[in-house]
C-alpha cells in the first residue's frame, strides 16, 4: 500500500526563518489531501521536503516503508521515480512537443544514451499516447508546448507526472495561473486520477472554495506550523480565521481572469493507463 508519513518535519533556514516545524500527519493510498495556508506559511517548501528538493533540517518522510530524508543521492533518484510532481509554472521544455513533454517522465527509467537521444520503447511512446487521451490533449500530441493555453499546459504536466507511473503525487499550486473554469477541470480531473488509480497526492492551493470541492482531507498552515487537519466540511469560519486571520467570510471570493487562459475544453473522460 502507498502512503506517505511526516514524522515531525522541520525547515529552518535560520534561527529567525522557520520555513516548517514539526510538521507530522499521514497520506493514505488515494487520499487527496489539500495544503492551505497565507503566503509564506510553508506550504511550498513542505512539499520540496517531501521529495527532498528542499533539503529538511530535521524529520522523517517515510514512503513506501523508507525514510527519504536518510536516502543517499543514488537511492533518492530510484526513490523519485515514484513520485510524480506538478509544478505551478508547469516547468514543461517549451521548444518540445507535447509527445516529447510527456516522455520526459520516462527518462528516469531509460539508459542515458537513450535519454540523451530521447529516444523510448514502444510502450513508453503507446503509454504516452493514452495519457494525452486521458487528459484530452491526443489532437496536440505534435503541438510544441509554447503553443498551448495555461491550462493546457497544465493538463501536459499532469499527463508527464503520470508518465512516470508514480505511487505518489505532489502538486504545487495546479491553478494558480487558471481562470475559474479551467481550474475546476484541472482539479476535476486530478482528482478523478488520484480516485481511479489509488494515488495519494498532497495539493499546495491557494483557492480554498477549490479546495473544499475537489479534495478529501485539508491540513491548514501557518508560520510553518499545522493549525487544521480535517474534512473540508469542517473548515469553518473560526478555523480559517485560525489559518489566516481576521476576515469577513461570507464575502463572496475574487478571481482573477485571464483572458488569454479561456479554453473551453470538454471534461475528458478517464481511460485505462497501460
Known amino acids: 500500500m502507498s502512503t506517505l508519513t511526516l514524522k515531525g518535519l522541520t525547515k529552518h533556514y535560520s534561527a529567525a526563518d522557520k520555513a516548517l516545524t514539526n510538521v507530522s500527519f499521514t497520506v493514505d493510498e488515494g487520499e487527496i489531501v489539500g495544503l492551505i495556508g497565507p503566503s509564506g506559511a510553508g506550504k511550498s517548501t513542505l512539499i520540496r521536503?517531501?521529495?527532498?528538493?528542499?533539503?529538511?533540517?530535521?524529520?522523517?518522510?517515510?514512503?513506501?516503508?523508507?525514510n527519504l530524508v536518510s536516502m543517499s543521492k543514488n537511492q533518492l533518484r530510484t526513490a523519485r521515480r515514484e513520485i510524480g510532481m506538478?509544478?505551478?509554472?508547469?516547468?514543461?521544455?517549451?521548444?518540445l512537443t507535447v509527445m516529447e513533454n510527456v516522455l520526459s517522465g520516462r527518462l528516469g527509467y531509460v539508459s542515458f544514451w537513450r535519454s540523451f537521444t530521447r529516444k523510448f520503447s514502444k510502450e513508453d511512446v503507446n503509454t504516452a499516447y493514452k495519457l494525452l487521451e486521458t487528459v484530452g490533449l491526443l489532437e496536440h500530441a505534435n503541438k510544441r508546448v509554447d503553443a498551448l493555453s495555461g491550462g493546457q499546459r497544465q493538463r501536459v504536466g499532469i499527463a508527464r507526472a503520470l508518465a512516470q507511473?508514480?505511487?505518489?503525487?505532489?502538486?504545487?499550486e495546479p491553478t494558480a495561473a487558471l481562470d475559474p473554469r479551467t481550474a475546476r477541470q484541472i482539479m476535476r480531473l486530478i482528482s478523478e486520477i488520484c480516485v481511479k488509480h489509488q494515488l495519494p497526492a498532497i495539493i499546495n492551493i491557494h483557492d480554498v472554495q477549490l479546495a473544499k470541492q475537489f479534495v478529501q482531507r485539508i491540513v491548514g498552515l501557518k508560520a510553518g506550523e499545522v493549525v487544521f487537519d480535517g474534512k473540508p466540511n469542517t473548515l469553518d469560519e473560526s478555523v480559517l480565521t485560525t489559518i489566516y486571520g481576521e476576515e469577513d467570510w461570507n464575502l463572496p471570493q475574487e478571481n482573477n481572469i485571464d483572458s488569454d487562459d479561456l479554453e473551453a475544453p470538454t471534461t475528458p473522460v478517464l481511460k485505462a493507463i497501460a
Do not use: W
Open 49 to 66: 521536503c517531501i521529495n527532498r528538493l528542499t533539503e529538511p533540517t530535521s524529520g522523517k518522510v517515510i514512503f513506501s516503508e523508507k
Open 86 to 95: 506538478i509544478f505551478q509554472e508547469y516547468a514543461l521544455i517549451e521548444r
Open 165 to 172: 507511473k508514480p505511487k505518489l503525487l505532489l502538486i504545487d
